[in-house]
């Protein structure tokens, strides 16, 4: 069986989903399973989890890109051999890679390799960036949510709400409740 798995970063990303779900279609998936979910958050990867449960002696995974499915190598090379031990193949449509042959194995490993280097200069930019920014007074950093909360969680408290309530009523963690209380 053909299974297919297609992944976003964000739910604004319809565009980007839609044409993954046509080209693992057209690739012949007879079930696809769809996550709108950072790659990075790998824990909250339920439906990549769930297509690799799925698999069974003979299947094979497609996924439109590498980076829909790993970020580095090691969740990549995890991820083949969990492939390997269910006898199942893994195909990379942008890359014309399949993981049936001794080639497509050495290409996926080699391709991995260069897309976690990529994402690694790419985090090592951001960082100069925003350091850059920070030293010329230009980044500021989010705006933090639960100390402009301060009055109304001191008013909660005087009300006789425990942490977990006002934190509920707030919308923040209780963690930032015990700070902002305990700051006084």
């Known amino acids: 069986m053909i299974i297919g798995y297609a992944r976003t970063s964000t739910l604004d990303q319809k565009a980007g989903l839609e044409a993954q779900q046509q080209a693992l279609g057209k690739a012949g998936c007879e079930k696809v399973f769809i996550e709108q979910v950072s790659s990075v958050d790998l824990k909250a990867r339920e439906k990549l989890t769930e297509a690799l449960d799925y698999l069974r002696e003979g299947d094979t995974l497609v996924v439109t890109k590498l980076d829909r499915l790993a970020r580095s190598v090691a969740h990549l090379l995890s991820t083949i051999q969990e492939l390997e031990d269910k006898g199942a193949t893994l195909r990379i449509l942008d890359m014309s890679v399949d993981t049936g042959t001794p080639n497509g194995r050495l290409m996926l490993n080699l391709l991995g390799s260069i897309a976690q280097f990529e994402r690694e200069i790419m985090l090592e930019r951001q960082r100069e ?3 850059r920014a920070k030293a010329a007074g230009k980044y500021k950093g989010r705006k933090p949510t639960a100390k402009a909360k301060a009055e109304e969680v001191f008013k909660l408290k005087e009300a006789g709400a425990g942490a977990t309530e006002i934190a ?7 963690a930032s409740v015990y700070r902002i209380l305990n700051a006084s």
């Open 129 to 131: 960036g925003i350091a």
């Open 168 to 174: 509920r009523q707030l919308g923040i963690g209780r």
